[in-house]
């Protein structure tokens, strides 16, 4: 071990030690997730290195280990055998040298003939200057937890002419025949643009050349790029974009494209675009291929103009759960939580061809919770081209507290209303969603202490949204908001706690 290594030893002992003393006291907050990644302690935002290394499942996030607020990020650590139960692990990388001392920021994980190998980004502050340098790195373990920064950082020192040097960040890497690949997040003149490299042993880098950037429309930078080959012959594309006005950050989009990449001119080219996740709350999604053949997503399910409600109990950030993607028939991508999280559910409760009508409320008295997993389809009839259902969540004895999803067959749009869910943010969100043959919506909808995910019509629009609602708010609804509707089946599970 070299002097720098040990310096960076002792840093991340400090920084592991730091979330881990806190975490007694944070465990205590009831809005801690059941199931969710989660910090131990202080701030979360990405997903980073999504990997599958010797037989289990490591997930590395952007981290601030000693304060909710502010500082400079360092990698967190955890990882699991199977999606659902994970454990702590120390701090992966923290900044300790020039090329990364502002921060560890955002990249990706390959398992290198049993190295896992991490590729990030170092931050570095410029005094007087509003813009950073960026640079990609690489840190090396054996066992997956201990990791050496190479000494030969950076592996890329400077931006393309194509990019700009204030936004180079979040390196992708992955292999295609016997190379290496990479992709860049970066803008140009407020288009956002992604940047693609090869290399033969991930430590010497070539430039290709702009592999996607915004046709206008997608965002002024990208973020977390992810280039990957998928089902059918295609590559999926995904991006994480910052919406610019007047020098302000005022929105992200999370936008997937499903195309064609040639890898001799560095060139992907769509046939599809969708929307990744269409919700309030979520950002910065990566993915991963696993041992079983799947490819996997997990998002920041927050966003960094969230009010932050948790960081009152000095913690904050959750990921989502884990998501597997398919290719639909059509072209478009489908994603549905993984099949693991089933060994969460108990007290099952099932409920089928319910005629409900408007003015009706409160006739599932029964069904109480906080973690809970619902699937429920509806039928829209013909007669009543306006009708409109609705679910109402975490729903408060006196009815002035609750969570309302609503589809409106009218508008033909589900709209997520958190208006009065509780503390932090109000308002509300519309996806566009067309009924499924027969007139059917089935909504999916994974609920834990703190969020709402709804999957809608197996997996063609995903909405991530968090809420802090009431501990004794517990209630569920399901009824017809406005005309008659059907609901042929109704199946929810109570959704048992495994994280800290
Ligand atoms: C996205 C992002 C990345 C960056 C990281 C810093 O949320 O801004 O571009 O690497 O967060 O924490």
């Known amino acids: 071990m070299n002097e720098h290594d040990r310096q960076h030893q002792i840093l991340i002992q400090q920084a592991t030690a730091s979330a881990a003393q806190a975490h007694e006291s944070v465990s205590k907050d009831y809005y801690r997730q059941g199931f969710h990644i989660m910090p131990q302690a202080y701030f979360m935002n990405d997903p980073n290195g999504l990997v599958y290394y010797k037989g289990e499942y490591h997930a590395f996030f952007q981290h601030l280990p000693f304060s909710v607020h502010d500082g400079e990020k360092v990698w967190g650590h955890v990882k699991s055998k199977d999606l659902v139960h994970w454990e702590y692990l120390p701090v992966a990388i923290a900044p300790s040298q020039s090329y990364d001392r502002n921060g560890c920021y955002s990249g990706s994980a390959v398992d290198d003939n049993g190295i896992l190998t ?84 991930l430590r010497q880098w070539d430039y290709i050349g702009v592999a996607a950037e915004s046709d206008g429309s997608m965002g002024q930078v990208w973020e977390c790029p992810d280039m990957f080959p998928f089902e059918r012959d295609t590559h999926v594309f995904l991006t994480s974009s910052l919406i610019i006005e007047n020098e302000a950050i005022t929105g992200g989009k999370n936008l997937y494209m499903v195309g064609s990449l040639n890898y001799e001119q560095g060139k ?129 004895e006196l009815h002035d507290q609750e969570t309302i999803i609503t589809y409106s067959s009218e508008t033909e749009t589900l709209t997520f209303n958190r208006d009065k869910s509780g503390s932090g943010f109000t308002g509300s969100k519309s996806c566009s969603l067309l009924p499924m043959s027969g007139g059917r919506i089935k909504l999916h909808i994974i609920m834990d202490r703190s969020s709402v995910e709804i999957f809608m019509n197996e997996g063609r629009l995903v909405s991530s949204n968090r809420i ?33």
């Open 468 to 500: 802090y609602p009431h501990p004794n708010s517990q209630g569920l609804d399901v009824y017809a908001s406005k005309g008659t509707v059907k609901l042929k089946q109704l199946d929810v599970w109570k959704l048992k706690r495994v994280t800290l």
């Open 268 to 396: 992907f080219n769509s046939t599809f675009v969708g929307e990744t996740d269409c919700g309030l709350d979520f950002y910065a999604a990566q993915t991963f291929h696993d041992g079983l053949g799947r490819r996997i997503l997990i998002g920041w399910m927050d966003w960094h103009a969230a009010p932050r409600i948790e960081a009152v109990s000095n913690w904050f950030g959750s990921l989502t759960v884990p998501r597997i993607m398919t290719l639909l028939p059509d072209g478009s991508v489908q994603f549905t939580p993984a099949p693991e999280l089933q060994q969460l559910r108990e007290g099952h409760q099932h409920f089928e061809e319910v005629n409900l009508q408007e003015g009706i409320r409160g006739a599932w008295g029964d069904i109480v919770g906080d973690c809970l997993e619902i699937i429920a389809e509806f039928e829209l009839g013909d007669a009543e081209p306006d009708a409109e259902f609705s679910i109402s969540l975490r729903r408060s």
């Open 118 to 201: 991490l590729i990030y980004t170092g931050y570095i502050e410029r005094e007087g200057d509003r813009t950073a340098i960026q640079m990609q790195n690489l840190a090396f373990s054996e066992d997956g937890i201990v990791f050496h920064k190479y000494e030969n950082n950076p592996v890329i020192s400077d931006p393309p002419e194509d990019g700009s040097l204030a936004d180079f960040r979040d390196p992708k890497v992955w292999r295609h025949e016997d190379t290496w690949y990479m992709v860049v997040g970066s803008s140009k003149f407020g288009y956002g643009k992604t940047l693609m490299y090869r290399s033969e042993n």
